[in-house]
């Protein structure tokens, strides 16, 4: 029976430890191709290159998988990956190991998650997967173990078309992960603000900060599984409609 082919890809680049341990984790279970960007791509979310051309450039590994980096974004990786690193449509498309969370509202601004969408649109199960801590020197031993158990469950039971999976991971050792929860994306959001600075030519310009607001105390959230010590799944998909309110609104029509 032929391996499944896995299609690897992220937001951090190519280098970056989140995805080398996602590519040693799927080597278990397939044959592997690696297509991501070759610098970090954070917050880039659904973006595509446009006005500049692309590059795809195969490089050398140490492993069985067959790698790729580009100079474009998450989603440029997807595509581009797609019509012309792999030789038949990928059994699934796996995104990350991004160094941070994804949960809530950063979904939508997310590059990990961006290419975990990407693969669902082409009709890929996908999953996106995020631990939450930021430093590359991060154990990735305990999201190994669960970004392999996911990611064998959805080979030997596929997935509805249009739908990707965000998976967030809490920091902690193995034996302090709780299990695993399915649950929705809750409702918080980023309150931001600007930085105002002058560089040394007298020009203004401005450094986007912000704090992450905890509004949803929903007990059934992504933000509510993670903080109590479970990886939290949410099911996305890429369509955005409203589906509860178009009969609400059929007066507009003319």
Do not use: C
Request: aromatic share 8%; no cysteine.
């Amino acid at each position: 029976m032929a391996k499944p082919l896995i299609f690897v890809t992220n937001d951090d680049g190519i280098s970056a430890p989140g995805i080398r341990a996602l590519i040693a984790v799927m080597n278990e279970l397939g044959n592997v191709v690696v297509v991501a960007p070759d610098q970090v791509h954070s917050g880039k979310g659904h973006a595509v290159t446009i006005h500049q051309p692309l590059h795809l450039d195969r490089i050398k590994t140490n492993g069985p998988q067959k790698e790729f980096k580009t100079n474009g974004m998450p989603v440029d990786a997807v595509k581009l990956g797609l019509a012309h690193a792999v030789e038949r449509q990928p059994d699934l498309l796996v995104s990350g190991l991004n160094h941070g969370v994804n949960h809530s509202v950063n979904v939508l601004y997310s590059g990990t998650m961006g290419a975990a969408l990407e693969g669902a649109i082409e009709g890929i199960p996908s999953i996106g997967f995020s631990l939450d801590n930021y430093d590359w020197e991060a154990d990735l031993e305990p999201a190994k173990h669960y970004m392999k158990k996911i990611a064998k469950q959805v080979l030997e039971n596929g997935m509805p078309k249009g739908i990707a999976l965000n998976v967030n991971i809490p920091y902690r050792p193995l034996k302090d992960i709780k299990g695993i929860k399915v649950a929705r994306q809750a409702m918080d959001k980023w309150q931001e603000s600007y930085d105002k600075r002058t560089s040394p030519f007298g020009r203004d310009y401005y450094w986007l900060n912000g704090n992450f607001t905890f509004e949803d105390k929903g007990e059934d959230t992504d933000v509510f599984a993670l903080k109590n010590g479970f990886v939290s799944i949410v099911p996305i998909q890429y369509d955005l409609t409203a589906h509860h309110l178009i009969n609400q609104l059929k007066n507009l029509e003319t």
